[in-house]
């Protein structure tokens, strides 16, 4: 996907089966799907959106009704170049044994 500088991008999944109970959204670990950061996490019994990392303060949310199946929205603001690079949505289901599911979006960034 690409976003411009200075502008805003949402990352939207939407997703069907299971029992979805956390959505985590972050940058992807090199040579892996795992999150390397997490940026924001949702969770199906606390729908606030909780912000992990200090360089995207203020500029990332979250939106999940707790819904499953459901679509959840990661919006990033104030994009900027260094935003460039892979992100992961990670979704947790409520069985213990059940893996999590991963799936992986990569920002350009361009110039206005």
């Known amino acids: 996907m690409t976003g411009v500088l200075g502008s805003s991008v949402n990352f939207t999944w939407a997703f069907q089966g299971g029992n979805v109970d956390r959505v985590e959204w972050g940058t992807k670990q090199d040579g892996s799907v795992n999150i390397k950061d997490v940026l924001v996490s949702i969770d199906k019994f606390q729908p606030i959106p909780i912000i992990h990392n200090p360089p995207y303060t203020g500029r990332v949310s979250g939106n999940w009704n707790g819904s499953s199946p459901g679509q959840v929205t990661f919006a990033l603001h104030s994009v900027q170049k260094a935003d460039e ?20 979006v990569q920002l350009l960034v361009v110039g206005k």
């Open 85 to 104: 690079r892979f992100y992961v949505c990670k979704l947790s289901l409520e069985s213990i044994a059940a893996q999590p599911v991963y799936d992986t």
